[in-house]
């Protein structure tokens, strides 16, 4: 067959006929993904808990509703939708199945889970985070374990709403009055608090961007109905000579309340920027 084909080109050529022999083209390397946002819930939430959020984001800020990571009890993830190359700010919203848990370390490895699920399927080389609440224990823990780890994604930008970094009022026992020191330290401090400070060293966040946003309901609580303050702000301490930049903003009115951040527009409006226009 082959001396057949090598007789046929050479009568071909003897004839004056050109050839043109085309190449099986090369197949395209897939390019790498814009960066995706993920947005986590809190204690009892579910597929409605950030939808305020994420649908300013579409309407507002041209984000594109992507996908939908929902992680079972056993921390399988299931991954649901079309992530698009061409997407400019895909947005992931994560969904817990046991949501009722405060082992922020189960959290965090389940935050883990879907982060690796989605560096299978799609390439990308960072992320950002909008974390409401308890999801917050989920980011802190999860930086605390993996943010020196650079097989993974790392963390670009992160706004934290009404985190719980140093405990949660009713859930600890022997809880004092809490305020923020001079310094960044809290007053107060829980003991998963604590063991975060002690390894502090392992945070490695000198190219991370985070937006600390926090309700204060100016009744003489210095909380969101449900956060203290101190709480909230005592992400600074932690984070301090080890992130990129660190900023706090606090909200007050009837949309300052804990639940209700979340649907605050001048919250949504204030991630939209810190995520996609602010460059500080």
């Known amino acids: ?24 083209a090369a197949e395209a390397t897939p390019k790498p993904r814009t960066t995706p946002t993920l947005y986590l819930h809190g204690y009892g939430g579910g597929p409605k808990s950030m ?12 984000a594109q509703s992507a996908l939908v990571a929902t992680v079972s009890p056993t921390g399988q993830v299931q991954l649901r939708g079309d992530w698009r190359a061409h997407n400019r700010h895909p947005l992931i919203q994560v969904i817990f199945t046991d949501n009722h848990t405060r082992d922020a370390k189960q959290l965090s490895r389940w935050l883990r889970n879907v982060l690796v699920a989605l560096q299978a399927r799609y390439q990308f080389k960072q ?19 993996n943010s020196d780890n650079s097989k993974l994604p790392q963390l670009a930008r992160y706004v934290a709403i009404a985190g719980n970094f140093d405990g949660i009022p009713g859930q600890h026992r022997h809880q004092h009055p809490n305020r923020i020191l001079p310094s960044g330290r809290p007053t107060w401090e829980t003991p998963a608090y604590q063991a975060a400070l002690t390894h502090q060293g392992q945070l490695r966040l000198q190219h991370t961007r985070i937006l600390n946003l926090y309700g204060n309901l100016a009744d003489g609580s ?3 109905g449900k956060i203290l303050n101190a709480s909230s702000r005592s992400l600074g301490y932690l984070v301090r000579d080890r992130v990129g930049s660190y900023h706090e903003h606090v909200f007050y009115g009837i949309y ?6 979340r649907r605050n527009p001048q919250v949504a409006e204030i991630t939209d920027t810190f995520l996609w226009q602010s460059q500080n």
Request: charged share 10%.
């Open 127 to 145: 992320f950002n985070v909008v974390a409401h609440s308890l999801g917050n224990s989920a980011v802190l823990q999860y930086l605390l374990q």
């Open 1 to 24: 067959m082959k001396r057949l084909i090598m007789i046929i080109v050479t009568i071909l050529v003897l004839l004056g006929i050109s050839i043109n022999i085309i190449a099986p």
């Open 51 to 62: 939808a305020f959020l994420m649908n300013q984001a579409v309407e507002h800020a041209r």
């Open 256 to 261: 300052a309340q804990h639940s209700r951040l």
């Open 222 to 224: 210095d909380s969101d």
